[in-house]
């Protein structure tokens, strides 16, 4: 994340990655105040054998397109709510990425640092039937739970 302040946000990124299991790294790389730092992270990104990095900014927003101009590892763009234009200037900034340096971006706020961490499960159940059964009991409480809405309206 660009800042320690963006961890409200995506912890939601680390805690779903921890209920599947799945080990990550939780750092602050800012683009505009550690930038050597930044394209060091991004340049060992595979050798350390990272699969996917989930990157979440506000403001101008510029981490996720930054780090994936610098390494080929996907890079999912999460946008944090800002004080002024709740997050909305980070989509904008993550979202609008030109042709050839792809960042996929979710969901301003907890919902997309979820999804984010989400859809990096569903990358790394492609190839791990025990992660791919661990998901499809998620969405299995996911759809109960939703059951469960009906139930209390009445």
């Given amino acids: 994340m660009g800042s320690s302040s963006d961890w409200d946000i995506m912890r939601h990124a ?68 800002s004080k002024h234009l709740q997050g909305v200037d980070s989509l904008h900034s993550i979202v609008q990425m030109p042709k050839g340096v792809p960042v996929a971006t979710f969901a301003i706020g907890a919902a997309g640092a979820a999804n984010a961490a989400l859809f990096v499960v ?19 409480r996911q759809t109960e739970a939703a059951r469960a809405m009906s139930a209390e309206l009445r």
Avoid: N
């Fill in 14 to 81: 680390a805690e779903i990655l921890a209920e599947f299991g799945v080990t990550f790294e939780a750092q602050v790389v800012s683009a505009h105040r550690m930038p050597d730092e930044m394209f060091r992270y991004a340049e060992g990104a595979r050798a350390r054998g990272l699969a996917a990095i989930i990157a979440g900014a506000g403001g101008a927003a510029h981490l996720p397109g930054m780090l994936a101009a610098k390494t080929t590892v996907p890079v999912l763009g999460v946008p944090v709510p």
């Fill in 122 to 140: 569903a990358m790394l159940a492609r190839d791990d039937a025990a992660l791919a059964a661990k998901l499809d009991a998620f969405r299995a």
